[in-house]
């Protein structure tokens, strides 16, 4: 998800609650770094900010939508009337939630923005090896393979882009965030655990090395 919100303490707030439901999070402070964000990655769900430092979080949902994108957007706001919903609506969000508002509450309404995505992404299908992007499960013949949040998250990543090398530092990038050390051989830890747990279930060879450059599943 990406979530562009400069007020730091809301940001931190909402970022470690998410990660703590397991979901992976990019954070923005501006509109500008949020359409780098987005023209570098696909969402599953932008969370956007309405009163930002230049361009406020109305106009880059109208930018956003322009691009094409079509990821579920949800508006916070600590405005609460009824002009402003409408015109969050109007500029293409499909939720409004305004601040404060409980944890519970938002959490609920990411879930619903999720579901009613109805996209093929929410759920990946590879030989005998299902994933079910909502509940973030990973199943293999219907026997749950029990992964950690990161090991998951490189299996939806490599899943995804299936047919593409992947580089260890997009996968950095992707499954860590941006600030990582690129000297890091975490990624490499987390595929041999992946692949260990993949061989239990019988699922042998999904991830291919490839040498000097990274990691892929074949199409
Ligand atoms: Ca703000």
């Known amino acids: 998800m990406l979530l562009v919100e400069d007020e730091k303490g809301v940001a931190n707030f909402i970022k470690k609650g998410l990660e703590e439901e397991l979901y992976t999070i990019d954070h923005a402070e501006n509109a500008d770094d949020g359409l780098s964000f987005v023209a570098a990655n696909q ?26 994108i079509q990821s579920p957007v949800m508006m916070l706001t600590a405005r609460d009337s009824i002009d402003d919903k409408v015109m969050g609506l109007d500029s293409g969000a499909d939720d409004y939630l305004t601040k404060p508002f409980s944890f519970e509450e938002f ?31 990973a199943f293999a013949d219907g026997t749950e393979v029990m992964l950690r949040p990161k090991e998951y998250a490189i299996l939806v990543y490599l899943l995804r882009n299936r047919g593409r090398v992947l580089s260890r530092t997009q996968i950095l990038e992707n499954v860590w965030g941006y600030d990582f050390n690129p000297n890091t051989n975490i990624v490499d830890v987390h595929i041999k655990a ?19 450059v990274g990691y892929m599943i074949d199409s």
């Open 194 to 212: 992946l692949r260990e747990k993949l061989d239990e279930v019988n699922i042998l060879n999904l991830i291919r090395s490839v040498r000097g």
């Open 43 to 68: 969402y599953d769900l932008i969370i956007l900010d309405i009163m930002l430092p230049g361009m406020n979080g109305l106009d880059l949902c109208k930018e956003i939508r322009k691009k094409g």
């Open 107 to 137: 959490l609920a309404r990411v879930r619903a923005l999720l579901r009613r995505k109805q996209d093929k992404l929410t759920e990946l299908t590879y030989g005998s090896l299902k994933i079910d992007t909502l509940a973030h499960r």
